[in-house]
């Protein structure tokens, strides 16, 4: 009974939390057909992508403290609405500057899925529970990038481009009747009569002194870096270097995701039988070491395929440990403000993951090395975040979360 409750909600938190990704995967197999329709140029195009993530990230801001001060339900109706209208005008629009203006609307609409679902997850649970629902939620969360891809080209194929923006409208509108119908309101009146706007400014003040919570934070953000990393320069490197058709690409893509997402699913037992700091602590210094073998082994001269895939799905593994148990554990000591701290949490760590990308982006040159490079430099830093970050005693007093 408990799990098919804990299941119900993480479908419709994880539901919500990736309609965003799902405008973004989705999308990408249009971007051709948008150029040649619009009469853009590539780098015109692109820049509808630029605008959607640049929204999304900093968007996050305004949810959190929103939904600390009016509940949770009610910015998710207007972030899921403005999702609905945006997405109806870039289906309509005609010109790429039109698109590219309301790609940055539908952003900050998508946006309070990214943050809100996280606040809703603390006002529920912490610790192991709150491990459990946050795993059961990236479950979710993360089949959007096996997905996604697939259904944006059967979209196209069908209905042409504009096709796709219809079928993400559809999905808001579906998110709007699952929270309306199904999601019940997790933070109290009682709880929101301190809220205020100058509170939560007071409260982003208190959360970027706490050297611990950023700590949690950034250990994610340099997983999710690498994993940035990788989304940008794979394509380039798998089919271009290594020779990998459309397809098989998709297929050597899905099988991290595959990782992440088992892995993820047995952070609550591992997490029970050791407690969540020790999880972090073992996960990202074995992700760092795997990472690390992978870059001795391309600086030694090494350039096979298979120890790259092979390599990386575990390295995703241990990240499917980590980026869930840091949120949890970020999240822990901040349930009065969960709202703003898991907006923050989301802000920081896309701009982590869009400044890893345009690093490396400067360095790309087609070839393994420069992206093995960012993607083992962020484990690295990962792992010495964690071990500066979990290594006090204040760690060990997390509750639950025993180190």
């Known amino acids: 009974m408990l799990f098919s409750r804990f299941l119900k909600i993480a479908l419709i938190l994880g539901l919500l939390s990736a309609i965003g990704p799902f405008a973004i995967d989705m999308y990408l197999p249009a971007l051709p ?3 040649q329709s619009l009469g853009a140029e590539v780098g015109a195009v692109q820049w509808s992508l630029t605008a959607f993530f640049l929204a999304l990230g900093t968007g996050q801001l305004f949810y959190g403290p929103v939904s600390d001060m009016l509940g949770r339900k009610p910015p998710l109706y207007f972030g899921l609405g403005l999702f609905t209208v945006a997405s109806v005008g870039c289906a309509l629009t005609t010109n790429i500057e039109t698109l590219v203006a309301l790609r940055f609307v539908q ?3 998508a946006a309070a899925g990214m943050a809100i679902p996280r606040a809703v997850v603390r006002d529920l649970h912490t610790g192991n529970e709150a491990a459990r629902l946050m795993s059961l939620l990236m479950l979710v969360f993360s089949v959007s990038p096996i997905l996604a891809p697939l259904a944006g080209s059967g979209v196209i194929a069908l209905t042409g481009w504009r096709g796709v923006f219809w079928a993400v409208a559809l999905a ?6 699952l929270v309306y119908a199904v999601l019940k309101e997790t933070r109290p009146a009682s709880a929101r009569v301190e809220s205020s706007l100058g509170g939560a400014l007071r409260a982003y003040g208190l959360l970027l002194r706490d050297a611990h919570y950023l700590g949690l934070v950034f250990i994610g953000g340099c997983a999710m870096a690498g994993f940035f990393v990788y989304l940008a320069s794979s394509p380039f490197v798998l089919i271009n270097h290594y020779g990998l058709t459309p397809t098989q690409y998709s297929l050597a893509f899905s099988l991290n995701a595959i990782a992440f997402i088992g892995a993820s699913q047995f952070t609550a037992a591992l997490g029970a039988r050791f407690g969540l700091v020790r999880v ?6 074995a992700s760092g070491a795997v990472m690390l073998a992978l870059l001795g082994y391309y600086l030694a001269g090494g350039d096979r395929l298979g120890v790259l895939i ?15 148990t840091t949120s949890v554990l970020a999240l822990e000591e901040h349930g009065a403000i969960a709202g703003t701290a898991s907006a923050l949490l989301g802000t920081l760590q896309m701009l982590t993951g869009a400044a890893a990308m345009g690093i490396v982006g400067l360095f790309a040159n087609g070839q393994p090395l420069p992206m093995v490079v960012g993607m083992a430099s962020g484990a690295l830093v990962g ?3 964690t071990w500066i970050t979990l290594g006090g005693a204040r760690a060990g007093r997390l509750h639950g979360c025993h180190a």
Do not use: C, E, Q
């Open 107 to 109: 952003g900050l609409g």
């Open 33 to 35: 057909a948008i150029g």
């Open 280 to 285: 972090v602590k073992g996960a990202a210094s």
């Open 310 to 324: 092979a390599l990386y799905f575990i390295a995703s593994a241990f990240m499917g440990l980590v980026i869930p």
């Open 383 to 385: 792992v010495a975040l």
């Open 172 to 177: 808001a509108v579906a998110g709007l009747v």
